[in-house]
């Protein structure tokens, strides 16, 4: 063990304990929430809604990998099931033959427009209305913070996007 760790007191543990606890719970609680209600997974929805709020609805895959902070990879799996499901389709970029632009379907779009209320509901229920409009100040603030001194060690999945 090397004598430079700078170990965590017990009010720090509790406190990473906490914050770890809800990063994991958070995103499976909004899965299940979305799922029943829209039947829409997360990952779904956070391709539906970056498509809805490009221009024209249409996005390259490599620009909509990059807003998510996604590897192509996985969106691609991804866009191949959602195919299936008839939420987005492909088509050749007429810009570049290398890449695909993704658009939203009739479907896809009634499927965000369903889940969008539950969905806002969820997060003001269980993010803004439990705190006061200091601790949502100070939230933010932490969590702005937190991804910055991530970005700094060059370990965030996507240094340049920053949602605000």
């Not at 997974?41 to 498509?51: D, I, Q």
């Not at 969820?122 to 006061?132: C, G, I, K, S, Y």
């Not at 932490?142 to 949602?163: F, T």
């Amino acid at each position: 063990m090397s004598s430079d760790t700078r170990w965590l007191d017990a009010h720090e543990q509790e406190i990473w304990r906490a914050l770890r606890e809800l990063l994991w719970g958070f995103e499976s609680a909004m899965d299940r929430q979305l799922i029943r209600d829209s039947e829409l997974s997360g990952v779904e929805y956070s391709v539906l809604a970056a498509l809805s709020e490009a221009d024209d609805g249409i996005l390259r895959a490599r620009d909509l990998a990059r807003q998510l902070g996604w590897e192509r990879s996985r969106l691609s799996h991804l866009l191949k099931r959602m195919e299936t499901k008839g939420l987005v389709a492909r088509a050749e970029c007429p810009t570049d033959l290398r890449g695909f632009n993704i658009m939203m379907t009739t479907a896809g779009r009634d499927a965000i427009v369903k889940a969008a209320p539950g969905h806002v509901s969820f997060v003001r229920e269980n993010v803004f209305d439990p705190l006061t409009e200091e601790e949502r100040e100070a939230l933010h603030s932490a969590a702005m913070k937190i991804q910055a001194s991530i970005r700094e060690a060059g370990l965030w999945v996507n240094p340049g996007v920053q949602k605000g």
